[in-house]
Nanobody, 124 residues
């Protein structure tokens, strides 16, 4: 059974940092692009960051560029999202996803496995 399990979410004050992890099990995703999405209350799911199969390429939404960093460790089958300078508007459930191809994916239909999500709450 393929699973993506996110961890590292929590409550943090504005300006603080969190590091999310996404551990995959059931199969390896070392040949797949991976991504992070988020969904705030009352809003749709939005793209946050993506990384190619070998980490050579990354992409970010304009709202997080310069503050968030996506990385991966294929030996551990794990993807990370380092979030710095957090803002209240970053409050959302963050989802990890495994892509259908090796490159960057910027929309949800380019991903075919999803985690259950981890809550990130940023207080002002």
């Amino acid at each position: 059974q393929v699973q993506l399990v996110e961890s590292g979410g929590g409550l943090v004050q504005a300006g603080g940092s969190l590091r999310l992890s996404c551990a995959a099990s059931g199969r390896t995703f070392s040949s797949n692009g991976m991504g992070w999405f988020r969904q705030a209350p009352g809003k749709g799911r939005e793209f946050v960051a993506a990384i190619s199969w070998n980490g050579g390429s990354t992409g970010y939404s304009d709202s997080v560029k310069g503050r968030f960093t996506i990385s991966r460790d294929n030996a551990k089958n794990t993807v990370y999202l380092q979030m710095n300078s957090l803002k209240p508007e970053d409050t959302a459930v963050y989802y990890c996803a495994a892509g259908a191809h090796y490159g960057l994916g910027f929309v949800s239909h380019e991903y075919y496995y999803w985690g259950q999500g981890t809550q990130v709450t940023v207080s002002s």
